[in-house]
């Protein structure tokens, strides 16, 4: 975890460290934290499905037009997968914030949140993640009430 929270850290440091970062930390964060989940943590697996396949990897995920305001094939791909989903939005959410250090409780957090918010009907964690989660419907689209109270159930 004390890696991983390293190379996100590291990914603050390149968004900081020029205008084009600041742009995409304004304007595509998601496409950049989304390709980024991939290439780190999916590249391997899929790469193993489509060759199984015969698939191209080009034929599974055509690039976008230059002038496209749509998400990339491997996006869409990403944010079919519900644990991706909630993975994508809490680190694109976290990394909106130019000066957050990152550390090991965070992956653990967004690993747990990964699980828990795609495959059960209510997840209680700490308001930090909860409040990314609920800004971007997370829990609406999967069907789970995300919150950082205990309450009575409706």
């Not at 790469?47 to 191209?56: P, T, V, Y």
């Not at 009907?121 to 419907?137: S, Y």
């Amino acid at each position: 975890m004390t890696q991983r929270a390293a190379l996100e850290q590291r990914q603050v440091e390149n968004l900081n460290s020029s205008d084009d970062g600041r742009n995409w930390r304004r304007t595509r964060l998601r496409d950049v934290t989304s390709a980024r989940h991939f290439l780190i943590d999916l590249n391997e697996p899929t790469a193993n499905g489509l060759n199984a396949r015969n698939i191209d990897f080009e034929d599974a995920f055509a690039p976008p037009s230059e002038d496209s305001d749509e998400p990339s094939e491997m996006r869409r791909f990403t944010d079919s997968m519900p644990s991706s989903d909630v993975f994508v939005t809490i680190v694109t959410e976290m990394h909106r914030n130019a000066e957050r250090t990152w550390k090991p409780n965070d992956i653990f957090d967004i690993d747990a949140l990964s699980v828990g918010v795609a495959y059960c009907d209510a997840v209680l964690c700490d308001n930090d993640k909860a409040r990314p989660l609920n800004v971007r419907r997370v829990g609406d689209r999967l069907g789970t009430r995300v919150t950082s109270r205990l309450v009575e159930p409706p």
